[in-house]
């Protein structure tokens, strides 16, 4: 089913206008021809003062040079093919500073489905794009410090869906990053036994104690070969800093000494938790 629409203009009188005046984002029909038929005033705030009236003007008008006659054709082919818009970033300079416009556009099509033209509404994601370049700034940055760890250090969400391994995490226990990231961490090394560090410790070892609390001790696990594995390990959660909700687990891992491998196996917690629940 087609979101184009065939109502009409949102100026069309006096009523739809001031309904159209009020809204919080930027709101713009424009014709066939690519003229501004109506604005809203936050589309007219929008845009340098000395354009004037941005009604009865082109959109081309309002863009850089640079940028008209690739803007030109795209908007020629969609009056011509009726194929729905994409939605579009532009980076534009106003009052000043570079502003993120997100432009969520629809085609208006009369009773036979023709395009006559299309209407926009535009959000200033400015913000939002900082902050989303910042924490991929930060992810980036943080994993580049976890790849030259020696240790083995995996992630989890807080469902217990594997994010991330280390590359030491893939030599330890022969799972690549690509191949790990997105399987459930039990599926991905079940849990064959394990002993805490903490002799007072209660409950069975599983993913949902490692959400709510710190957990080490040593476990052996079945590797990527299916191969048990004994790891030293230590877990924490992962907190959201303004919220303080669970955002997930990382856990530090080494290989496990011999000493530790024969020792920490008893019967009833081999019996007792078979991989991570």
Known sequence: MSNSQTVNSGCSNEADRRVVDELPVAYVEVNAQGVIVCANQVARQMHDPALGEITGKTIWDLMPPQEREGSRLAFESLMQTGVEPPVIFRSIFMRQEYR??????????????????????????????????????????????????????LVTDALGFVRYLNPAGEALTGWSRDEITGMIVEEALPLVSYRSDQPDEVGELNFRMTVDRKWKGTIVVLDHARNELALEMSTSPLLDRNNHFTTGVVGLMRRAGEAQISSHRPEAADQACRSFA
């Open 100 to 153: 993120v416009q997100e432009i969520h556009r629809r085609l208006i099509l009369d009773a036979a489905g023709k395009p006559l033209g299309v209407r926009s509404v535009t959000f200033d994601v400015t913000e939002m794009e900082i902050a989303r370049k910042c924490a991929q700034q930060s992810k980036d940055w943080m994993e580049s410090i976890l790849d030259c760890m020696s240790d083995a250090v």
